[in-house]
């Protein structure tokens, strides 16, 4: 499931949940959501403390591109 830095570097910023350069994202991008595996995995990481961002963000952009993927999960 790793990226290599030029398949990382293909991805449209509209696939990031917080793109290369914005204030959270960085120089490289957070949370790519190019499949479904990886929303769950953004899901998933992004409720966890001390982690970048919000779920709240992640699991909003996670149900405008996958409405099938329940982001009921964390409730904060």
């Known amino acids: ?5 030029a398949q990382r570097k293909a991805i449209p910023r509209s696939k990031f949940v917080y793109p ?3 204030r959270v994202g960085g120089k490289r991008g957070k949370y790519p959501i190019t499949s479904p595996r ?3 995995a953004a899901l998933a990481y992004s409720a ?3 982690t970048a961002g919000s ?3 992640v699991a909003k952009k996670v149900r405008r591109m996958y409405p ?3 982001t009921k999960g964390k409730k904060r």
Not at 1 to 5: E, F, P, R, S, Y
Request: glycine share 10%; net charge positive.
């Open 38 to 40: 990886r929303a769950r």
């Open 1 to 5: 499931m790793a990226l290599k830095a």
């Open 48 to 50: 966890r403390s001390n």
């Open 68 to 70: 099938g993927i329940s």
């Open 55 to 57: 779920y709240a963000t």
């Open 20 to 22: 290369p350069g914005s």
